[in-house]
């Protein structure tokens, strides 16, 4: 009998396979008030969390702690400001239906009093798009469109640490150690280096895959690896316009 491959053990989910716990400080989400009123808050500390890109405001509202995602431009001792009356600010807190259209919004709800689901990685914003009725179109930075109940809240601005990409890994160990945090399986093994026993395209004389790699959508588990339902395979054309010459 054969092995099962890792994509598929890993694709079972379980504890082996879920982010750790351990270095957790807390739920990282809007605090529940009344929309209509207007609330104060003070960042008392920024704070990393093992595993999360982006750094968390620890933030003092009306005397209990909270913390969310740090946006840009925010610093100790900085005041945020939530509610539907909330200035039009870096970090302010308000309902979509408050925001102007073609505004730079992150930690959006995806219904209201969930604390923020959308947009909360390093350096990443969405663009409120339109209104139409109560809800409101957001435009992802995959340019993806979606409906979203204007009730739902997000923060003005950007998320921090937008340049947390720029500093390179000097060494393989200190990769290692930031995908551990996150459970990410590192170094990744080619599929043509494993045995026959591992992978379908395992095993050989020397490393090639020895069968297509485009694979079925409906492929039985364990074969369905490489490019699965591809829409074109091979290099690509380049296509070029006419080239004008100056004479």
Same mark, same amino acid.
């Given at each position: ?32 008030? #009344?929309?209509?009123?207007? !609330? /104060? =808050? ?8 093992? @595993?999360? $890109? *982006? &750094? %968390? ?8 702690? #909270?913390?969310?995602?740090? !946006? /840009? =431009? ?8 939530? @509610?539907? $009356? *909330? &200035? %039009? ?25 969930? @604390? ?132």
């Amino acid at each position: 009998m054969g092995k099962r491959i890792l994509v598929r053990r890993r694709g079972k989910g379980g504890m082996q396979w879920r982010a750790p716990s351990k270095g957790k400080i807390a739920p990282a989400k809007y605090p529940l008030f #009344n929309p209509e009123e207007l !609330v /104060t =808050g003070k960042i008392i500390d920024l704070v990393h969390e093992r @595993g999360r $890109s *982006a &750094p %968390l405001c620890k933030v003092s509202f009306n005397g209990s702690l #909270n913390y969310i995602p740090a !946006v /840009t =431009g925010l610093t100790v001792g900085s005041d945020i400001y939530m @509610g539907s $009356s *909330a &200035p %039009l600010q870096q970090g302010s807190i308000l309902p979509l239906a408050s925001i102007p259209e073609g505004s730079e919004i992150c930690n959006i709800e995806r219904r209201f009093g969930d @604390g923020g689901k959308f947009v909360r990685v390093s350096g990443s914003s969405a663009i409120l798009f339109s209104k139409t009725g109560d809800n409101s179109i957001i435009r992802f930075p995959s340019r993806k469109s979606f409906i979203i109940s204007s009730n739902c809240r997000a923060s003005l601005g950007k998320i921090a640490g937008g340049g947390k990409t720029e500093k390179p890994f000097m060494r393989a160990g200190e990769r290692y150690y930031a995908k551990m945090a996150k459970n990410q399986q590192y170094p990744r093994v080619r599929g043509i280096a494993m045995a026959a026993v591992y992978h379908p395209f395992g095993g050989g004389r020397h490393q090639h895959p020895g069968k297509s790699t485009s694979t079925s959508r409906n492929a039985p588990p364990g074969r369905k690896v490489g490019l699965i339902a591809p829409r074109k395979t091979g290099r690509k054309r380049i296509t070029r316009g006419p080239i004008e010459v100056s004479r």
